[in-house]
């Protein structure tokens, strides 16, 4: 029987007696809430990074098998201005090759041409699988190198999620610096990112997010409807001294706001949805917590999604906090804690 006929069927009898009628009223509310079913979003970082190449279509198609549900991804606009998904607003040597397997003419940080002066035909050209960047990070196995993978364009993994008849969800970030001249002009690289989405018919199931929180302005300012994510790492909300605020706040200063993650929100909340931090942020034992609770954030309005997550014992540490997602470059291992703690996926 439903707690609904169960309610119906005592109530009736007992209508006279509003007193116990009323505290058998908050018990079964009780016994509602505590039945509640936890889930949480599972975005799986550049596609799952620990497993395949980042940021490439085969390692986007392991995540949906896997069943994330959100693929975490980064942008990046050519020359020619074709949306391309990558990390680096550069052809970064440690992930990319040439087709025959040479490296790269780099700087000594492994920086290659800018990918605003490159046109997609000249990208692609460049093997982005067969490298794996970090193998203490990424040991093989569980990840396997895919040689001759391309860099996608945002379109091309749309149009896999069409493919795959997938129902995931899309956490695009836009890679937009504001202290250096190394993408094409921030207005125009919003404008027409939001353009690829508005065509696509997709942007009900994407969220925007970046660390350039006026980038995110600019987004709510084309079209309000699409979701937002704020980016906060250990260092973007510091101040350049005194009297001149971080870049990366769109003019927010995080001692002036009030010195606490939850203030500077506050300050970003017409333009902001979401908060999604660097995961120590959040978790008050750490010594970069930034003086405020998952609790308070969320309760304010915006959910808790930090990055990046791939230890189970910080995962259990932020799911026990709240958190409303977990971006992980091992989304299978976040999916067996989820198992073993009986919560859902989101």
């Known amino acids: 029987m439903s707690i609904a006929s169960l309610l119906h069927s005592w109530i009736r009898p007992n209508k006279a007696n509003s007193k116990m009628t009323f505290l058998f009223l908050i018990a079964a509310l009780l016994l509602i809430i505590s039945c509640e079913v936890r889930t949480i979003d599972v975005q799986g970082h550049r596609g799952a990074r620990g497993l395949r190449p980042e940021n490439t279509l085969s390692g986007f198609d392991l995540a949906m098998d896997l069943g994330v549900t959100t693929i975490e991804l980064d942008l ?13 607003p550069y052809i970064y040597g440690k992930i990319c090759c040439n087709n025959d397997g040479s490296s790269l003419a780099v700087d000594s940080l492994g920086r290659g041409q800018l990918i605003k ?12 699988g067969r490298l794996n960047p970090d193998t203490a990070r990424f040991p093989v196995p ?5 040689p001759g993978e391309k860099m996608p364009t945002l379109n091309e993994v749309f149009s896999l999620v069409r493919a795959k008849g ?23 690289f ?4 939001v353009d690829v989405i508005q065509t696509n018919g997709i942007k ?26 704020g980016l906060l790492g250990s260092s973007t909300f510091l101040p350049i001294h005194d009297s001149i605020p971080s870049p990366w706040l769109n003019g927010i200063g995080f001692d002036t706001a009030g010195g606490s993650a939850l203030d500077i929100l506050n300050q970003a909340q017409t333009y902001i949805d979401i908060f999604s931090p660097l995961w120590r942020l959040v978790v008050p034992e750490d010594s970069l ?44 291992s976040l999916l067996m804690l989820l198992d073993e703690l009986s919560i859902r996926v989101k």
């Open 190 to 193: 919003v404008k027409i990112v």
């Open 289 to 332: 917590y930034l003086n405020s609770s998952v609790n308070e954030i969320q309760e304010s309005g915006f959910p808790v999604i930090p990055w990046t997550v791939n230890r189970q014992d910080d995962m259990k540490t932020l799911i026990q906090l709240g958190v409303a997602g977990i971006i992980t470059d091992y989304p299978d």
């Open 142 to 146: 569980p990840r396997i190198n895919i």
């Open 76 to 88: 990046a606009v050519t020359k020619d201005r074709q949306v391309i998904v990558t990390h680096n």
């Open 166 to 188: 997938n129902t995931v969800y899309l956490n695009i970030e836009m890679k937009i610096d504001p202290r250096y001249n190394i993408t094409i002009p921030e207005i125009e």
């Open 204 to 229: 009900d199931r994407v969220i925007l997010q970046s660390f350039n929180w006026r980038s995110l302005e600019i987004v709510k300012q084309i079209d309000p409807e699409i979701k937002t994510a």
């Open 117 to 128: 002066d490159l046109t997609l035909v000249e990208i692609k050209q460049f093997d982005c």
